[in-house]
């Protein structure tokens, strides 16, 4: 997957040394568990994104557990500590639910980094067992303080739902300037081709301080802040059958605020409070523990996590 992005090859070894490092601690403190890689590549960098999730026991001592040389399980101690030296972002949630570990191994393209966006997001997507192809897919574009993002779930699962939802991810590049109204329009009259699915598009515009929502079918949007928690609203229908309107909702966006989009692949009963401190942590850590906790064993599931500058 290092390759096949373009990571050189110092940068594809330290990936290989995290992936390891995130593996063994998985099998050796939490009994197994998932790992979750996703990877980027922009004219400003080229970027692998690693997840590892567990469900054991947690770790009791974080402080302690990122120095080079402790540890309770009979290893040499250099996981976590080798995991934070060779990551550009590093991440680590931990509860008694179990562990959740986020490196991020990066590339420069140029010498002109871009400046830090007002917005950080992450997405992850998990296909049903046994299928390679996921009915979930999701595309996002950032310009200025304009962020736009959007979430599709083709109807089913395997490679003919998958085809559903990458022609709407294809719409959604193709005229991603457009408003999220538009652009759900558009993705009905492409998908009438295709099994159908389900989408949500959130615009997001930092210096407005707005949020524009539209949405059909079973995409489930929240945005989350200090100081309000707010559902957002998808009409019912299949994209390329059954669409009766589409309308667009706008509200406020708080400078902390954080947006959830998910597939009906996750379980729509998850309470942030009942996971102190996971808020702060970095929007790939949220999505997984998310995907980790609430997803349905029996579909695809997606999860994706928008946080504002204050946010972060």
Same mark, same amino acid.
């Given at each position: 997957?290092? +390759? ?18 995130? +593996? ?6 939490? #009994? ?23 469900? #054991? ?23 976590? #500590? ?114 159908? +699915?389900?989408?949500?598009? +959130? ?17 489930? #949007? ?91």
């Amino acid at each position: 997957m290092a +390759a096949s992005l373009g990571l050189n090859e110092k940068k594809s070894g330290e990936t290989a040394i995290v992936i390891t490092e995130a +593996a063994r601690n998985a099998v050796v403190y939490g #009994g197994g568990g998932q790992l979750v890689l996703s990877g980027i590549k922009s004219k400003h960098e080229t970027r692998m994104d690693i997840v590892a999730l567990d469900r #054991g026991p947690g770790i009791a001592d974080l402080s302690r557990a990122l120095q080079d040389g402790y540890s309770t399980g009979g290893t040499p101690g250099t996981g976590l #500590g080798a995991i934070k030296r060779m990551a550009e972002v590093f991440d680590v949630f931990s509860n008694a639910k179990g562990t959740a570990i986020f490196a991020r191994i990066a590339q420069p393209e140029n010498e002109h980094r871009s400046r830090k966006s007002s917005v950080e997001l992450a997405g992850l997507v998990s296909p049903i067992a046994g299928e390679t192809a996921s009915g979930d897919n999701m595309a996002w574009e950032m310009n200025g303080d304009r962020c736009i993002v959007m979430m599709a779930d083709g109807l089913g699962h395997g490679p003919i739902a998958a085809e559903a939802a990458d022609e709407a991810v294809r719409v959604f590049r193709a005229y991603s300037n457009e408003s999220p109204a538009s652009l759900i329009s558009r993705m009905h009259d492409a998908l009438k081709k295709t099994r159908g +699915a389900a989408a949500a598009i +959130a615009e997001v515009r930092t210096l407005a301080g707005t949020l524009t929502y539209a949405g059909v079918g079973n995409i489930s #949007g929240s945005i989350l802040s200090h100081t309000l928690s707010r559902s957002l609203v998808s009409h019912n229908g299949t994209l390329g059958h059954v669409m009766a309107r589409v309308q667009e909702f706008k509200v406020e966006w708080p400078k902390d605020g954080i947006l959830v989009m998910h597939s009906d692949g996750l379980q729509s009963r998850w309470d942030p409070s009942r996971y102190p401190g996971l808020l702060a942590r970095q929007p790939a850590l949220i999505a997984g523990v998310l995907l980790r906790d609430f997803r349905r064993e029996r579909d695809d599931a997606s999860v994706l996590v928008l946080k504002g500058a204050a946010a972060i």
